[in-house]
Nanobody, 124 residues
Framework: QVQLVESGGGLVQAGGSLRLSCAAS????????MAWFRQSPGKERECVAS????????YAADSAKGRFTISRDNATNTVYLQMNNLQPQDPLVYLC?????????????????WGPGTQLTVPS
């Protein structure tokens, strides 16, 4: 098993940037594909980006392309989400997820391990 804890959320003005971190502990981090999802009240969880075990392959949702970048550091058991040009319509809660597969995956039901989430606020 793996335990995940997100950090880095907060309040940022429209157009600003933020970097989220997800620290993993437990089983060897490098065996898991990782992903960032986001969710607003009443809406389904949406994959923002995912990354393969090695970090060599990534997936980004259309809404994230050009603004968000996922990366990982297997030496420190951490996955990151760099978010640029944030807008008020960007959802509130960002969650880190892990699954014991080699490739990126955008389907939230395929992920077994989740962090508690970190909140983003972008005032309009």
């Amino acid at each position: 098993q793996v335990q995940l804890v997100e950090s880095g959320g907060g309040l940022v003005q429209a157009g600003g940037s933020l970097r989220l971190s997800c620290a993993a502990s437990g089983r060897t981090f490098s065996v898991y594909a990782m992903a960032w999802f986001r969710q607003s009240p009443g809406k389904e969880r949406e994959c923002v980006a995912s990354i393969s075990r090695s970090g060599g392959t990534t997936y980004a949702a259309d809404s994230a392309k050009g603004r968000f970048t996922i990366s990982r550091d297997n030496a420190t058991n951490t996955v990151y989400l760099q978010m640029n040009n944030l807008q008020p319509q960007d959802p509130l809660v960002y969650l880190c997820a892990a699954q014991f597969i080699p490739y990126p995956d955008s389907v939230w039901t395929n992920y077994a391990y989740w962090g508690p989430g970190t909140q983003l606020t972008v005032p309009s």
